[in-house]
C-alpha cells in the first residue's frame, strides 16, 4: 500500500535551518507529482511547496518564498523540504502528500490522495 514517511522535524531557534524527508513506498514514485503542506495549531492545513514527477517544475505559498526548497530523488524515492531562516510563524506539523492526477501542482490539499502522519517542527523566538 502507498506509505509516506516524514522526518526531520524538531525544536530549532529562529534563523536556524531544517531538512524534511519524505520516503515513499507502495507506488511508482517517480510518476506522481508530491506536496508539502503544513498545519498549526487551531488552523486549516495550508499547502507550503509541490514539484512535478521530474522535478522539472516547483512552486510555492507566498509566505514562504525564498525560505524553502522542495526537491526530490526519484531513485530513493523520497521528497525533501529544504528550510532556511526559520521563524516562529513556520511552527506546524508538516504533512508530505501524493498528488491524485495530473501533473501540474496545486495548492488545494483535495488534490492530493495519500498522506504521511507529519513530523512537527517547531521554531522558539
Known amino acids: 500500500q502507498v506509505q509516506l514517511v516524514e522526518s526531520g522535524g524538531g525544536l530549532v531557534q529562529a534563523g536556524d535551518s531544517l531538512r524534511l524527508s519524505c520516503a515513499a513506498s507502495g507506488f511508482t514514485f517517480s510518476t506522481y507529482t508530491m506536496g508539502w503542506f503544513r498545519q498549526a495549531p487551531g488552523q486549516e492545513r495550508e499547502f507550503v511547496a509541490g514539484?512535478?514527477?521530474?522535478?522539472?517544475?516547483?512552486a510555492y505559498a507566498d509566505s514562504v518564498k525564498g525560505r524553502l526548497t522542495i526537491s526530490r530523488d526519484n531513485a530513493k524515492k523520497t521528497v525533501y523540504l529544504q528550510m532556511i531562516s526559520l521563524s516562529p510563524e513556520d511552527t506546524a506539523v508538516y504533512y508530505c502528500a501524493r498528488k491524485r492526477l495530473g501533473v501540474v501542482v496545486t495548492p488545494n490539499a483535495y488534490d492530493y490522495d495519500s498522506w504521511g502522519r507529519g513530523t512537527q517542527v517547531t521554531v522558539s523566538s
Open positions: 514539484i512535478t514527477w521530474s522535478g522539472g517544475s516547483t
